[in-house]
């Protein structure tokens, strides 16, 4: 006997129809559970975009700010993912899916009825084309941020090899040629 908060999914084991039952209210958990993973992630790539504007500004303030939005955000995705995890667990036993320990959830989708299969899909597709774009735009800020370390090192090592000046006095008042000076010598 079904009662009105299942969902049966058609399941072909061995060429025999099975019809498990799917407990519907797991199910709409795991829709609000992607919702708001698909959420957290468009905030992040939006947060990633300020973080480019902020680098090509060199905005510190804006920087620090974007930090410490994107640490709040990373502790937040990291939450709904354990969460995801832990339904799409808690819907993969009701769903006999070929024995596997893991499930993904676009094979879970597969065990499911229309539209709800095709739902679960389209939100698995979304949240890797945000994740994808996400990572795209954290690579170009990592190498906007590993130029600009390079770029300052070499400042500092230009700044280091000031070379043999002529010329120069000593710490006497004598006059010193050929003397090697640094950047610690030209600061005090």
Not at 68 to 97: G, I, W, Y
Request: charged share 25%.
């Amino acid at each position: 006997m079904r009662d009105r908060d299942t969902v049966v999914a058609e399941h072909k084991l061995d060429g025999l129809s099975q019809t498990p039952a799917v407990p519907s209210g797991p199910l709409r958990e795991l829709v609000g559970c992607l919702s708001n993973l698909q959420t957290a992630l468009k905030r992040l790539l939006a947060l990633a975009e300020e973080k480019l504007a902020a680098m090509r500004a060199a905005d510190v303030g804006a920087l620090r700010d974007c930090a410490l939005r994107e640490d709040a955000l990373l502790k937040q995705v990291f939450m709904e993912e354990k969460q995801r995890k832990a339904v799409l667990a808690r819907v993969a036993q009701s769903v006999p899916c070929s024995g596997q320990e893991r499930v993904s959830l676009t094979e879970l989708a597969d065990h499911l009825p229309e539209p709800l299969a095709s739902s679960l899909r389209a939100r698995s597709t979304a949240l890797q084309a945000l994740a994808e774009k996400l990572q795209q735009k954290n690579r170009v800020a990592a190498n906007v941020a590993q130029n600009l370390q390079s770029h300052i090192r070499g400042v500092f090592a230009a700044v280091a090899k000031v070379g043999q000046e002529t010329g120069v006095y000593g710490p006497r008042g004598e006059h010193e040629s050929n003397v090697e000076r640094r950047w610690i010598d030209a600061v005090g």
